[in-house]
């Protein structure tokens, strides 16, 4: 059974910053990549970042420059580091991992930003 655990999440001003973890609770599983989606209040779900098995990575265009994906996929822990944080970045943000076109999920972590 894969299990990511997500950390991290909380309450935080604007302009301020989070580092999110995920990590496996039981046993590591064989992904090719792992990374992180979000879903802001009465929005659908939304892809933030990925790296893969190989530490390449890529950031949603609209993040880029603030938000940075790093971690070890081997070992099933990534991190998403958030900066300068915008009220528009509440959102729950969900942890996944990729294995032969099937997806895993975490169960989410609460961001909230105030202004």
């Known amino acids: 059974q894969v299990q990511l655990v997500e950390s991290g999440g909380g309450l935080v001003q604007a302009g301020g910053t989070l580092r999110l973890s995920c990590a496996p609770s039981g046993s590591i599983f064989s992904f090719s990549g792992m990374g992180w989606y979000r879903q802001r209040p009465g929005t659908q779900r939304e892809w933030v970042a990925i790296?893969?098995?190989?530490?390449?990575?890529d950031i949603a265009d609209s993040l880029k420059g603030r938000f940075t994906i790093s971690g070890d996929v081997a070992k099933n822990t990534i991190y998403l580091q958030m900066n300068s944080l915008k009220p528009e970045d509440t959102a729950v943000y969900y942890c996944?991992?990729?294995?032969?076109?099937?997806?895993?999920w975490g169960q989410g972590t609460q961001v909230t930003i105030s202004s």
């Open positions: 790296i893969n098995d190989k530490g390449d990575t």
């Open positions: 996944y991992g990729t294995s032969l076109a099937r997806q895993y």
